[in-house]
């Protein structure tokens, strides 16, 4: 079983719909990040997170410590949204990597 | 602050050729990764250095892969030799961290894409 997982893998929506990203993992950590490549291949951190909730304009992140689950939303979605979002897993030094989920939003 | 920089952005080489990758950290910046992605298996940590020390080089493919951090501003990557498998986009990033627990955001370079034929 991998340590972490991305739902869904490819999400296709129409611009202004709701977006949710979800990334189960199975090891402890210290903190969790959201990560966004577009398609010319630059990566942005989006969030870090080691509880609660974050929010940057239209993006909000949780995370959910016991549950081991964290969430990305993406309200009033824009076809600029269109990128992988990665999770990736924060340990003492060792950082393991979602497959990514594919998001187009469509106008 | 002009982010992080890698260099080269592109490169295409010969299998068997030796290949240098750069990157310069963001000043202030104490922990740098290198990552490398691929269709196949994605964003794949190679190496993590902290203050300048190689903390983590599990993610070292093999013995052909070396990764020095000679001072807090520069960092290399190399390959010697060569393999098509290699081919890949090669990723800086780095970030401020605390001792030696990483606790910072992450901040990426563009990449160097490398292709071996």
């Known amino acids: 079983k991998n340590e972490v997982e991305q739902s869904p893998q490819n999400l296709t929506a129409q611009e202004g719909e709701f977006i949710t990203i979800n990334c189960s993992y199975s090891v402890g950590i210290s903190a969790l990040h959201w990560l966004q490549q577009h398609p010319g291949g630059g990566i942005v951190s989006l969030f870090m997170l080691s509880s609660g909730k974050k929010k940057h304009g239209r993006l909000i992140a949780t995370i959910n410590i016991q549950e081991k689950h964290s969430s990305l939303h993406i309200t009033a979605s824009h076809p600029r949204d269109s990128a992988v979002y990665i999770c990736s897993l924060q340990g003492a030094q060792k950082l393991v990597f979602g497959q990514g989920t594919r998001l187009t939003i469509n106008p | 602050d002009a982010g992080v920089i890698q260099s080269p952005r592109h490169e295409v080489t010969e299998m068997g050729q030796e290949v240098t990758l750069r990157c310069k950290p963001i000043?202030?910046?104490?922990?740098l990764f290198w990552y490398r992605q691929t269709m196949m298996r994605g964003l794949e940590l190679l190496i993590y250095?902290?203050?300048?020390?190689?903390?983590?080089d599990s993610g070292m493919p093999e013995d052909r892969f070396s990764a020095k951090m000679p001072n807090a501003s520069f960092s290399t990557l190399k390959i010697q030799p060569s393999e098509p498998r290699d081919s890949a986009v090669y990723f800086c990033?780095?970030?401020?961290?605390?001792?030696?627990?990483?606790?910072?955001?992450?901040?990426f370079g563009e990449g160097s894409r490398l292709t071996v034929l």
């Open positions: 000043s202030g910046h104490n922990s």
């Open positions: 250095f902290n203050n300048n020390v190689p903390i983590d």
């Open positions: 990033a780095t970030s401020r961290t605390s001792g030696s627990r990483h606790t910072g955001e992450l901040f």
